[in-house]
């Protein structure tokens, strides 16, 4: 039988990080106000960074170095400094009231998702000689959770944040396979930082309070 | 023919840079109507070398042109043309009326060079990474495009828009890691190892699993940028809130290159896999798409939506005739992205001078298209009859290429589809026929000046044109270029 333990300290560190930052995803999908979302999305990407720093250093590659400092920077400060500063605070966001179940529910949800993330990827799924293997499924389960907040929540900043939380499940996963991966993956999460960044400025606020006070679960005007 | 093929693919930016140089509706009009001509007889070229030399590859496979993407060119870049002709129209006559801000005009113009050119790209590359960074930056450039005017309806649809595609372009991403993940077992040299070329060359050892998990998450992925249900959701919102000419860029060049990713790896897990499980994941998806199409076809008052929703039926139809296969699906399959791309981006760029005219996109409150706009009044029966599958045009005979490879295999399945082909047409009919007959209430100008005028019929005729050509003769050339991308990837 095979199992997904890992046997070196890289993969051990690796292993515990992405635990960490499930236990954050899970902490943003319990948590009921906005502060505390940017708060551990922030912590996440923290983390995210850190086992990028690991890999790079395990690996010896320059580009990853590049790569965790950008994720620390951007993602661990730039993007919750910004969402705070642009819309928590001049919105006035404090307690997320658009939910469309109960937080205990969606938890149980998040459970199950996480379970599921474990049947799928087996063992068998995965490539041999991964330098930690179950970071596969951890950020499979994050990839869902990310969605699931998106699902759950129905305002659009609180969506916007299950969104930077599915973007770091996958990055999550890309990193792990960087030894040999070309560098177009990092290039490509980092196009959807990008994005990310695009989203927030122009859409929410940019564009107005408009849609930002707006949940969008009060967009109704489209249909048929 | 590297700097052909980047030529190709930057000189829709023209357009934009007119726009950022500050030049008004008609200066960047013309400079993206200009471009895209010769983007598009630089594609014609291309098309003709490629039958000669089967594929071209540089720049460790980040640079990859053969049959497939040569045809897909040559459908994308048509649709550019035909949409920079509509737009430099259209955003003309907004700017007369003062309805748009020069602002939002340069905005325009620089959108959509920057998205033609990003969709140009997608085609030109055989690594699979790059393709999702063009996919995923398409995205962007577009959604400028659909929330333009500003109004809630429009940022609504944009926000929908945005936050739909990324995340299906994202799951596309995992699938292209698993994809990666199925092909460790390969000695994979650094960048070669995700280039379609290699992946498909050693389809055969990739890892069962994997690659028939990465292939379901691209097709979801993907899908969720064609349209198919039921990932298709943001689709009416969006190509019924942008401007006309861009919902025609959207509807009949961005679901296109969504439509081309998913072949790419439609290629490599037939080989893999065998056909069992691509034609049962392509089937189910493209019926849902046509169910889920024509259900919403019927009875619907906003004809941009209407359209819209017919596109998701297209596209349903062709990842039908992908689930069918063999040279009769694929040949099939091909046909009716060239002919569905002409005939939607007609709709979409008559449906922009209904809009201009009427001031309402509501179809009942359009009378008598046929006296007081002869032209978009003739082309708007004619491209409808076309898009519904009625002969003399081209969609009769792909739509019939593609029944006759499902008789290959079932009786039922291709009869289904023919009765939802039925049900669309008589909804989508009954909508457009009570716009173009009748009696117009109250006097209708869409265009003041002649010149407008004469611009703006130009890409709906010869798109009309070329539709009935189509139909009744495929040029040797296109069959030439057809049958080249099929042997791309088989």
């Known amino acids: 039988m095979e199992s997904l333990a890992a046997t070196s300290i890289t993969g051990i560190s690796l292993d515990l990080l992405s635990v960490l930052?499930?236990?954050?995803a899970f902490a943003c999908l319990g948590s009921k106000l906005f502060n505390r979302y940017v708060y551990y999305y922030g912590l996440q990407s923290v983390l995210l960074s850190a086992a990028t720093a690991i890999v790079a250093y395990t690996y010896g590659r320059v580009e990853l170095w590049v790569l965790a400092v950008l994720t620390l920077a951007i993602k661990g400060i730039g993007i919750p400094t910004m969402t705070r500063h642009l819309l928590i605070e001049k919105l006035e966001l404090k307690r997320d009231v658009a939910v469309s179940t109960g937080l205990s529910t969606a938890l149980i949800v998040g459970g199950v998702l996480t379970a599921f993330s474990y049947l799928v990827t087996t063992p068998a799924l995965l490539p041999k000689g991964l330098v930690a293997a179950a970071v596969v499924?951890?950020?499979?389960?994050?990839?869902?959770?990310?969605?699931?907040?998106?699902?759950?929540?129905?305002?659009?900043?609180?969506?916007?944040?299950?969104?930077l939380l599915l973007e770091n499940g996958v990055f999550l996963g890309a990193i792990t396979l960087v030894a040999a991966f070309p560098f177009i993956v990092e290039a490509g999460v980092f196009l959807d930082l990008v994005a990310a960044v695009l989203i927030m400025v122009v859409f929410v606020s940019g564009l107005g309070r408009r849609l930002a006070e707006a949940s969008s679960g009060e967009m109704r005007g489209l249909r048929g | 023919m590297s700097t052909l093929i980047l030529a190709i693919a930057l000189l829709?930016?023209?357009?934009?840079?007119?726009?950022?140089?500050?030049?008004?509706?008609?200066?960047?009009?013309?400079?993206?109507?200009?471009?895209?001509?010769?983007?598009?007889?630089?594609?014609?070229?291309?098309?003709?070398?490629?039958?000669?030399?089967p594929h071209y590859s540089a720049f460790d496979g980040f640079v990859y042109i053969d049959g497939l993407s040569a045809?897909?060119?040559?459908?994308?870049?048509?649709?550019?043309?035909?949409?920079?002709?509509?737009?430099?129209?259209?955003?003309?006559a907004e700017e007369t009326s003062g309805d748009l801000t020069p602002l939002q005009v340069r905005l325009y113009f620089g959108f959509f060079g920057v998205f033609a050119a990003l969709m140009l790209a997608s085609l030109c590359t055989g690594n699979l990474g790059m393709l999702f960074v063009l996919i995923?930056?398409?995205?962007?450039?577009?959604?400028?495009?659909?929330?333009?005017?500003?109004?809630?309806?429009?940022?609504?649809?944009?926000?929908?828009?945005?936050?739909?595609s990324s995340l299906g372009v994202t799951i596309a991403l995992i699938g292209t890691l698993y994809l990666f993940y199925s092909g460790t077992g390969l000695h994979l040299a650094s960048n070669l190892g995700l280039t379609w070329p290699y992946l498909y060359q050693h389809a055969g050892a990739l890892a069962h699993q994997s690659l028939r998990l990465a292939f379901l998450l691209a097709v979801i992925g993907y899908g969720t940028k064609v349209g198919l249900a039921p990932m298709h959701t943001?689709?009416?919102?969006?190509?019924?809130?942008?401007?006309?000419?861009?919902?025609?860029?959207?509807?009949?060049?961005?679901?296109?290159?969504?439509?081309?990713?998913?072949?790419r790896f439609l290629a490599i897990a037939r080989v893999g896999l065998g056909e069992d499980y691509v034609r049962a994941v392509m089937l189910t998806f493209g019926f849902l798409s046509v169910v889920i199409g024509v259900l919403f076809m019927v009875r619907n008052g906003n004809f941009k939506r209407l359209f819209a929703y017919s596109s998701v039926e297209h596209m349903g139809i062709i990842a039908i005739a992908l689930g069918f296969g063999g040279q009769l699906g694929f040949y099939g399959?091909?046909?009716?992205?060239?002919?569905?791309?002409?005939?939607?981006?007609?709709?979409?760029?008559?449906?922009?001078?209904?809009?201009?005219?009427?001031?309402?996109?509501d179809a009942d409150d359009v009378r008598?298209?046929?006296?007081?706009?002869?032209?978009?009044?003739?082309?708007?029966?004619?491209?409808?009859?076309?898009?519904?599958?009625?002969?003399?045009?081209?969609?009769?005979?792909?739509?019939?290429?593609?029944?006759?490879?499902?008789?290959?295999?079932?009786?039922?399945?291709?009869?289904?589809?023919?009765?939802?082909?039925?049900i669309g047409f008589i909804g989508f009919a009954k909508t457009t026929t009570s716009m173009v007959f009748g009696e117009a209430d109250h006097p209708v100008q869409a265009y003041s000046t002649i010149t407008q005028r004469r611009l703006a019929a130009a890409p709906i005729v010869a798109g009309t044109i070329l539709l009935v050509v189509l139909g009744l003769w495929i040029p040797s050339p296109l069959h030439t270029a057809i049958m080249a991308s099929i042997g791309s990837i088989s």
């Not at chain 1, 499924?137 to 969506?159: F, K």
């Not at chain 2, 993206?32 to 014609?44: D, H, N, R």
């Not at chain 2, 450039?141 to 926000?159: F, I, T």
């Not at chain 2, 009416?236 to 290159?257: E, G, K, R, V, Y």
């Open chain 2, 71 to 92: 045809f897909f060119l040559l459908a994308v870049s048509l649709v550019v043309l035909l949409a920079s002709l509509g737009s430099a129209a259209y955003l003309r």
């Open chain 2, 234 to 263: 943001w689709l009416p919102d969006a190509h019924s809130q942008a401007p006309s000419p861009a919902s025609a860029m959207l509807s009949a060049a961005l679901l296109n290159t969504g439509m081309y990713a998913i072949i």
């Open chain 2, 333 to 361: 399959a091909l046909l009716h992205v060239l002919n569905h791309a002409i005939g939607k981006s007609v709709l979409f760029i008559t449906s922009g001078d209904v809009v201009l005219g009427y001031h309402t996109r």
């Open chain 1, 137 to 163: 499924p951890i950020s499979t389960a994050i990839i869902l959770l990310g969605a699931l907040t998106m699902v759950v929540r129905r305002h659009t900043v609180a969506q916007l944040i299950g969104w």
């Open chain 2, 12 to 53: 829709p930016l023209s357009g934009s840079l007119a726009a950022l140089l500050g030049a008004r509706a008609r200066g960047a009009g013309n400079a993206a109507c200009i471009s895209a001509a010769t983007s598009f007889g630089l594609v014609v070229w291309l098309v003709a070398k490629v039958s000669q030399h």
């Open chain 1, 21 to 24: 930052m499930l236990l954050c």
């Open chain 2, 136 to 164: 995923e930056g398409s995205t962007l450039a577009s959604v400028a495009l659909v929330g333009l005017d500003g109004s809630a309806p429009s940022l609504e649809a944009a926000w929908k828009y945005v936050i739909i």
């Open chain 2, 368 to 422: 008598g298209l046929l006296g007081v706009l002869p032209v978009t009044g003739t082309v708007l029966l004619l491209a409808s009859l076309a898009i519904l599958g009625s002969p003399p045009f081209g969609l009769f005979l792909s739509e019939l290429t593609i029944l006759r490879a499902g008789f290959a295999h079932t009786l039922w399945l291709p009869m289904l589809l023919l009765v939802l082909l039925v």
